[in-house]
Every structure is written in structure tokens, then in C-alpha cells.
């Protein structure tokens, strides 16, 4: 059965795919989802679905706090198997030198219109009665939630077939040429654009693009009593995401409405295998428990990793592709893409028509990549 020429072919079926093909279908363009695979079986399966407000770079502040603000204008929308819920992040000092970064934080949040509240010792204890005595206090983000991701990715695409999208699986993108694709089985599909967001996988298609894996750990336990009711996340987490080191772990607990605790996390360079390593494992929930020290009688019921897209700057990848006319690459979310799933998908779109977005597109565009190139050669 051949297919149609569409106004754009959505390369991959991850969250923040699906929510492309949502927010293009329902601007009116015909729009085609190919998936190699099932529907949220790459990087977006293994995630654990905090939605965040991330302030260590103002253009992924900025980002960031429009993405949890269409969260939270969708969440009304979201259907019960999306478990979106509001549980706050709980950012957490262990000594007065990173209570003085908490501080700093919250003054700065003022500023900026953030909503954060400055956590002292005694309520930190208030809030989280469970964690180890002696932390100096914290930062809480009241607004930030969960999701569980592969239901949200589901309901985008839901939403992107009542708009007549249509939807490809099992078959992959092997080539893209200005203005048609061509699948694994020699079907060639024209196409005004193709929206490149195939995670990981991106440079089979666009080698020149410095998007590589960051692997990652998580586990969680089995039901029961929830031990804490925010995601509770070390200060120092934004070290271990920045850090160069080969392994890099930092504690972030998240209550999921099952009693159900998921512990993360860990990153790692240089490795593209999925195996769980029991090292990498020891290191992460002995961090956790460091903070929560009930969690060392809790069962763990399952172990997984997943690969994060990540970049150089840390910073997503949102634009035209100028070496390859017709194609817009979405993809580089690192440990972000399911916060910024649907702002990704508005900017995106907005600027396929020629429409103004909250924010500006310049920081994230590929072409930063390029001209690192030519100032390095
Ligand atoms: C351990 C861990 C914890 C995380 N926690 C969070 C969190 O709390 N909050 C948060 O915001 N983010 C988190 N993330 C990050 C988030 O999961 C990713 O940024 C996000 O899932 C990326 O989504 P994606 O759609 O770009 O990629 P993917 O989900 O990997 O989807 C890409 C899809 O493209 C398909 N594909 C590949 N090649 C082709 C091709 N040639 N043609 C067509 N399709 C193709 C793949 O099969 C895949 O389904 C976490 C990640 C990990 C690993």
C-alpha cells in the first residue's frame, strides 16, 4: 500500500514526536508518523517523568518555565493514565554552603516571576519528616509535577489521529532529501517537511549532528506507604548533570500515585549499551538512601536504563536544518524531553508558520553546532 504525500512526515514516535504530530495536525498540516518500533519504546519508555523548571542557563529557564506552564494548562486535558500530578520539587541542601545557593535561587526566582518557597531546617522536616537529620534546608518549586510518560506520549498521538494524522509503525526513515523521505522499504514519501525527532537515533540520519547517548539508571520500589509526597532532588543534582565524570549520581526520589517510590539517577559518557550495571546501581541508591535512610528496607522491584539524547551545551536542538532543506530537528532533550515535549512541539510549529512563539528559537538552533566548527577549523 503506497502512501500519500503529507505536509510532514514526524520521524519517530517518542513523546516528543507524538506531541509534534499532535500540535502540527491540529495547526491543519497532513501530517505522517513513522515509527520503527512501538509507540514510546526509545528513550521516552525508560524516563521517570518529572516536569521541571530548570534555572542554571537562562534559555533553558525560560524554556523550561513555559514548557511546565503548558503542562499545567493541559493538565485538565490529560486522561487518568497520564498520573499528572503536582507534587513539587523538593530541592534539598545538605550544608549551609548549598542553602546559600537554595537562597540565591529564590531571590533570583522573585525576580523572574518563579514560584519558590525558601525551605528552612525545620521545614524541610515539615515537609519531609522521613529524610536524614541535619540537611540545612531547601528550595521548594510548589508548580513542578509528574507524569507518566508513555501515557502521555500515547494521549499526544491520540490526540494527533483525531486531527487525521496517520501513523506508521514498524517502519524507519533511511534517508531524507529536500522535500521527500524514503523508508526502509524503498517507499519514497513526499513531504514540504520532515520534523527529526528520532532521540538518540538522529545521526543515523544527520551524522553531523553532536547528539550522543547519556546513559541512565532508575529503579523503584514495590507499592506501599508513600515515604515522601514531593520529588525530592539533591542541590547537587545540577553537578551530576553538567559533571564530565564518567559516572555521576545524585539523589532524586519521586512518590508515584501507586506508593511507589522511583529512584534516580545516574549519567554516564562514552557508552551506548542498556545493560543495567550493578555498580552504577550500588552508587545511585546509596546516594538515595544517604538522604532517605528508610529507603534501605524498601524492595526494589525493578531496574532499567535508558539513554539520554543529549548535546555539548546541554541545550535541546530546535530548528531548520540548513545543510538539508525541508528538514527541522527536534531531538537533544538530554534529561529534559518529557518537561519540554510540548513546548518543543509549539515552537516548532509556530515557526512553520511563520507565527511568533513566547520564546525565541536562536539559542537552540543546529547551526550553533556549525559555527563552533568553523571557529575551531
Ligand atoms: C533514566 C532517565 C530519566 C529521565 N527522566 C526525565 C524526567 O524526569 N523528566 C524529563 O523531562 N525527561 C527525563 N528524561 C529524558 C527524556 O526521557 C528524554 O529526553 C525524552 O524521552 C526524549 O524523547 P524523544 O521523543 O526525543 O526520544 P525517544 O523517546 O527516544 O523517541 C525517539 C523515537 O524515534 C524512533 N526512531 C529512531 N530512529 C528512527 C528513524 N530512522 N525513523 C523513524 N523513527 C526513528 C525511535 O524508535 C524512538 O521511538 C529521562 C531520561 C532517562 C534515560
Known sequence: ????????????????????????????????????????????????????????????FRLTSWACRLWSELASRLPPSVAYTRTGT???????????????????????????????????????????????????VPEDAVVYPPAAASFFLAMARRYQARVVLGRRLVKITPHAVTLDDNEQIG??????????????LLPELPIFPRKGHLAITDRGAPLVRHQVVELGYHESVRSDAPVA???NIQPRPTGQLLIGSSRQHGTQSTDVEWSVVRQMLARAIHFLPCLAGQAITRIWTGLRPATPDGLPVL????????VFVIAGHEGLGVTLSVASAELAVNWLLGKPSPIVIEPFLPERFQQQVSALS
Request: charged fraction near 15%; aromatic fraction near 6%.
Open 191 to 204: 513531504m514540504q517537511w520532515c520534523l527529526l525527532t528520532s532521540g538518540c537515533e538522529v545521526r543515523q
Open 249 to 251: 549520581v545524585a539523589c
Open 319 to 326: 530548528g531548520p536544518c540548513r545543510q538539508t532543506p525541508g
Open 1 to 60: 500500500m503506497s502512501i500519500p504525500n503529507v505536509d510532514i512526515v514526524v520521524a519517530g514516535a517518542g513523546i516528543v514526536g507524538c506531541a509534534c504530530a499532535w500540535k502540527a495536525a491540529e495547526a491543519g498540516f497532513r501530517v505522517l508518523v513513522v515509527e520503527p518500533r512501538d509507540v514510546a519504546s526509545g528513550t521516552t519508555g525508560a524516563a521517570m517523568g518529572h516536569i521541571l523548571v530548570v534555572d542554571d542557563n537562562p534559555s533553558i
Open 90 to 140: 523538593l530541592w534539598i541542601a545538605s550544608n549551609e554552603e548549598q542553602y546559600v545557593t537554595a537562597k540565591k535561587k529564590h531571590i533570583q526566582g522573585q525576580r523572574l516571576g518563579w514560584n519558590t518557597e525558601l525551605v528552612s531546617s525545620q521545614g524541610l522536616y515539615e515537609l519531609e519528616p522521613l529524610l536524614r537529620p541535619g540537611l540545612a534546608g531547601g528550595l521548594l
